[in-house]
């Protein structure tokens, strides 16, 4: 009776694990089919805008692109999706899409996810005046140090264009397969425009309305002209993978010290946070900022980015100091959930170090972007801060990056200790360093 007892106890495992493995057989050969299926809806949804009512919600392009409501878990990601996970056939509403196909999808959408980050990175820049020379540096240096491909809309004075178009064109052809550029008129709304061109710098107020010229522009990373790039454009580029689905551009702080900060001790107008916003590195999503209805001070109604400019400005336009930054800081005043703010090492200016070293993240990783302005490349205000644009202005392209730039920008470097920047001036290179050594 017992060994009667153990045949049969046996005989009934194996026939419960034959099951469970043709169950499972079964369960692969309908993900394969479900898959497909779902491949059409899920790319479908993909491009919803932050205004759709779905779950799947755009970040940027690509599967790495898509994340859920902020106010919803990402379950698929929390979970540990397997056959016998009891999650695996709950509504799609749960997961946005069934979390048992969403797995499976993600574990196979690494060709699109190569092809993200296979992408060109769009860098604009505005050139007025006696910028040419300091516009070329900049964009060498956005080519020195990044591995993809980059995209450059220069908007410059008509009699800057030739310059531009020949010195760029001068560059090594090896160089030059790295990037494309093309060049812009500069342009302002008609009835409006020697309003907009005489706003605070010549030209500044271009980046305003840049989303509305370059309208087949999904994202766009706007500089000013003194900006010099210590790490690979598409380093900042990928940020954008991180905005919640409302945000739209991202900045940095004006200061980090409330104590130095101009905006909260001088301003006579709205602005961002506690210390303002800084306009002279600003990444965008243009898309979302074109559809965009903005809250504001002037009307009960929500308006639109071209119907809010030259409202703001006529209101505003006998207290600001600081031309289109101001008007920045006052519509994100008003509509903090669409900024992203980044750490001050992507837009490193003097007031980071002119009174001691306040920018806690470059202490950390280092300088990633350094701003130069007040015009210190070109004056001996900040030693340090020049010597890292003469360092760039000098090197040769197809020279050795540690020993013709990094060799002789520490040895310019070390002059420069009497003063603060200076003192922090190994900030400059950490990251440096490795950009060249990565390119190298």
Not at 356 to 374: D, K, M, P, T, W
Request: aromatic fraction near 12%.
């Amino acid at each position: 009776m017992r060994c009667f007892l153990h045949a049969f106890l046996l005989s009934a495992v194996f026939t419960f694990c034959s099951l469970l493995y043709v169950f499972s057989k079964l369960v692969s050969t309908f993900e394969d089919g479900e898959v497909k299926e779902w491949g059409v809806s899920w790319q479908g949804n993909r491009h919803r805008s932050s205004h759709d009512t779905g779950h799947l919600l755009r970040k940027g392009p690509g599967p790495s692109g898509l994340r859920y409501r902020k106010d919803e878990p990402d379950r698929c990601k929390s979970l540990s999706v397997s056959y016998w996970n009891p999650y695996w056939r709950l509504p799609a509403d749960v997961c946005g899409v069934n979390c048992f196909v969403e797995s499976s999808f993600r574990e196979r959408s690494g060709s699109e996810v190569k092809k993200l980050n296979d992408e060109t990175s769009h860098l604009a820049v505005v050139a007025c005046g006696p910028r040419l020379e300091e516009t070329l540096i900049m964009v060498k240096s956005a080519v020195l140090f990044s591995k993809k491909p980059l995209h450059i809309y220069i908007f410059a004075e008509d009699d800057l264009h030739d310059s531009f178009k020949t010195a760029l064109d001068s560059w090594p052809a090896t160089v030059r397969t790295k990037f494309k550029f093309k060049i812009h008129a500069i342009t302002y709304p008609e009835e409006n425009a020697s309003e907009w061109k005489k706003l605070f710098k010549p030209c500044a107020s271009q980046r305003l309305f840049l989303p509305l010229i370059l309208k087949e522009v999904d994202s766009l990373l706007y500089v000013d002209t003194d900006i010099l790039f210590l790490r690979p454009v598409e380093d900042i580029w990928a940020l954008l993978s991180q905005f919640t689905p409302d945000q739209l551009a991202a900045m940095a702080p004006e200061h980090e010290e409330p104590r130095i900060g101009w905006y909260n001790r001088f301003a006579r107008h709205p602005y961002y946070g506690i210390t303002g916003i800084n306009s002279g590195v600003m990444l965008m999503n243009m898309t979302r900022l074109r559809e965009k209805f903005f809250k504001n001070d002037m009307t009960t109604a929500v308006l639109k980015w071209e119907e809010i400019l030259m409202p703001l400005l006529q209101k505003y336009k006998l207290n600001i100091t600081w031309g289109d930054q101001d008007l920045l800081n006052i519509i994100f005043h008003h509509n903090p959930e669409s900024l992203y703010v980044f750490p001050c090492q992507w837009n490193y200016r003097p007031d980071h170090c002119m009174y001691g070293s306040n920018c806690h993240q470059a202490e950390e990783e280092g300088v990633f972007i350094l701003h130069g302005n007040r015009g210190v490349y070109h004056n001996d205000k900040q030693p340090a801060f020049r010597a890292v644009y003469e360092a760039i202005q000098k090197y040769n392209f197809g020279e050795d990056l540690e020993t013709a730039l990094l060799d002789s920008l520490e040895a310019s470097l070390q002059t420069t200790t009497d003063t603060y920047c200076g003192r922090s001036s190994h900030l400059f290179t950490k990251r440096l360093k490795q950009s060249a050594i990565s390119v190298q």
